[in-house]
């Protein structure tokens, strides 16, 4: 799985997998037509999206005997890992993966990714599973339907998190920018070419290609490859590259409200050299806290972040005009400084809960880009204003 500067890829690699249990690789066994991955030692199982509920289906056809499991109500929907049980990893993407109970009165503890939302189930859990399946088939569906409604919380969550560039909590409620009152004077040609470049890409990965890993491994920047002299290309190249429509569009949505003034400001080509300038030194950020890492980096979040960084400098008394996300859904204004201000803020938080762990996004690369947009802004504002000599 390839972890981005705003969001994870859905992608499945092909590389091969191992339990999340004893940490034995994974074998393909196949079963009425559905490709599982099971565990040759311990028999767990790894149902990918979807494949839990087919795979169901077809046990309980092939074994009408089955008891039904006894319906027992109030238990506790809360699910916690056994004493001495060690973290398990999603063996897809190598997330944490979390405890849940299955149809929320099962009783039974499965393991889930909620990055790609396959599901880890035990050796001995699944004939409990299909029994349970068996003896409650209505509360089953009102499981899934629950399920889906507390997805949509979950991943609506997970938006907040995984573009902190179009989502984020100011003084207004969740609030998304849509534009700024600050004019340009020219045509922002760059600034229309990288949007375009982008969206490009993306419509590329969705109707050319069908294996997304392998561009995202090729093209994204892997730490450990750049350490190593390889792949340096990729540092430019992985700015193009995006996970999904919604990792997209989030990018996109800054881009277009900071970045044609930035280009106004700066002139076209030296806008262009900024752009890549600082995403490079996104890239490399991120880089310096996770040298070792063999997961690719891909999004255009951090040289997006430095062109916002190089705009509260350019423009400190611009004004943003948001519009709320939270009913009753109207536009309010605020200056861009205090909403920037607030957006680094919670990058810097969330960059160290990335350097202890593993969030899905790369944060670091965010401050890094910022930082060096502010500093490149600085300095030009600086040798702009410097009277010039003549001999």
Not at 125 to 153: C, F, I, N, S, W
Request: charged share 15%; glycine share 8%.
């Amino acid at each position: 799985m390839q972890k981005d500067r705003d969001g994870v890829s859905q992608k499945p690699l092909e590389s091969p997998m191992h339990c999340p249990a004893c940490g034995d690789v994974l074998r393909r066994v196949g079963y009425q037509a559905l490709v599982l991955d099971q565990c040759p030692r311990c028999r767990g199982v790894w149902y990918d999206v979807n494949e839990l509920g087919a795979f169901l289906e077809r046990y309980l056809a092939d074994n009408p005997d089955l008891p039904p499991a006894r319906l027992t109500l109030n238990q506790d929907a809360g699910a916690i890992a056994p004493a001495g049980e060690a973290g398990r990893a999603c063996p897809r993407c190598d997330f944490p993966l979390e405890k849940y109970n299955y149809g929320y009165d099962s009783g039974i503890i499965l393991d889930r990714c909620h990055a790609c939302e396959g599901v880890w189930v035990d050796a001995d859990e699944v004939q409990r599973l299909a029994q349970y399946v068996k003896g409650h088939p209505k509360l089953d569906r009102l499981a899934a339907a629950m399920a889906a409604h507390t997805r949509e919380a979950e991943d609506f969550r997970h938006d907040v998190q995984v573009a902190p560039e179009a989502i984020l909590y100011s003084w207004f409620g969740l609030a998304i920018p849509y534009a700024d009152d600050t004019p340009k004077k020219r045509i922002p040609i760059f600034t229309y070419a990288l949007l375009f470049a982008n969206v490009l890409v993306m419509l590329w990965l969705y109707y050319a290609v069908y294996d997304w890993s392998e561009v995202y491994n090729t093209y994204g920047m892997v730490p450990a490859n750049v350490v190593a002299g390889r792949d340096r290309g990729t540092l430019i190249t992985c700015m193009f590259l995006h996970g999904d429509l919604g990792h997209l569009v989030g990018n996109m949505l800054f881009l277009w409200i900071f970045s044609d003034n930035v280009e106004d400001r700066l002139g076209h080509l030296l806008f262009l050299v900024f752009y890549l300038a600082t995403g490079i030194v996104a890239s490399l950020t991120f880089l310096l806290f996770h040298s070792s890492s063999t997961t690719p980096v891909i999004g255009a979040s951090g040289a997006i972040s430095g062109v916002v960084g190089a705009y509260v400098i350019f423009f400190p008394r611009a004004r943003l005009r948001l519009l709320t996300a939270v009913p009753p859904y109207t536009s309010v204004t605020i200056a861009a400084t205090w909403y920037v201000l607030a957006w680094f803020v919670f990058q810097l938080l969330y960059m160290f809960v990335e350097l202890h762990g593993s969030v899905g996004v790369a944060f670091s690369a965010h401050v890094g880009g910022f930082m060096s947009g502010v500093v490149i802004a600085i300095l030009y504002k600086a040798i702009a204003r410097t009277p010039q000599r003549q001999a």
